[in-house]
Each structure stands twice: as structure tokens, then as C-alpha cells.
Nanobody
């Protein structure tokens, strides 16, 4: 079992920053951030491999978002800078205990989500 609890969402103006947190516990897993905007499918944002050696980003967030983890606190972070209105979505952290890198289809555990709203 893996438990995931997100926090840190909110309302911010375009160009601003937010940091999301995800407290993770349970089995060693590949971990990732995903988001879902109204009327759209859930999409990949960033992920870290199961061994912690590699980090991956969607093209739409490269250079603006940074995924990090604090192993001592079992917490993931998504630092989001230069936010755009199109970043508005519910953000989820997710885990896959089996694959090297979690995907939206493979994720077996999901947090409850946190809303990020970017105003123009």
C-alpha cells in the first residue's frame, strides 16, 4: 500500500509561483505529478524513477517546474514558477510500486488532488 496526501494548491496570478507537497508513505515506488483541467484528460507533469536516479518533465513545464523529494520527510515537492493560466488544473501525486517510471495509466495509487488556479 502507498498513501499520498497533497497540499499547497491555491490561487495565483500569472507569472507567480506555488509549491505543492505530497506526503508519501508505504512501498518504494516510482512517483509522479499529474494534472487534470476541466474537460480534459489527466496528463503527466513530472516523475522521478523508482530508484530516484532520473527525473522527467512534460515539455509544457520544462524549465518552469522542478520536482524534488526529501527522503528524510518522505515528501515530494513540485515547485512551479512562471505559472500560466493554462497550468490551471487539479494536481495529483501518484505512485507505481512496480514500474521504473509511473505513468498516468500505470499509477496504482493517487492522492486526493489539490486545486491550482492561475489567473490572467
Amino acid at each position: 500500500q502507498v498513501q499520498l496526501v497533497e497540499s499547497g494548491g491555491g490561487l495565483v496570478q500569472a507569472g507567480g509561483s506555488l509549491r505543492l507537497s505530497c506526503a508519501a508513505s508505504g512501498r518504494t515506488s516510482s512517483l509522479g505529478w499529474f494534472r487534470q483541467a476541466p474537460g480534459k484528460e489527466r496528463e503527466f507533469v513530472a516523475a522521478i524513477s523508482r530508484n530516484g536516479g532520473s527525473t522527467y518533465y512534460a515539455d509544457s513545464v520544462k524549465g518552469r517546474f522542478t520536482f524534488s523529494r526529501d527522503n528524510a520527510k518522505n515528501t515530494l515537492y513540485l515547485q512551479m514558477n512562471s505559472l500560466k493560466p493554462e497550468d490551471t488544473a487539479v494536481y495529483y501525486c501518484a505512485a507505481d510500486p512496480h514500474l521504473a517510471v509511473v505513468t498516468v495509466k500505470s499509477a496504482q495509487y493517487w492522492g486526493q488532488g489539490t486545486q491550482v488556479t492561475v489567473s490572467s
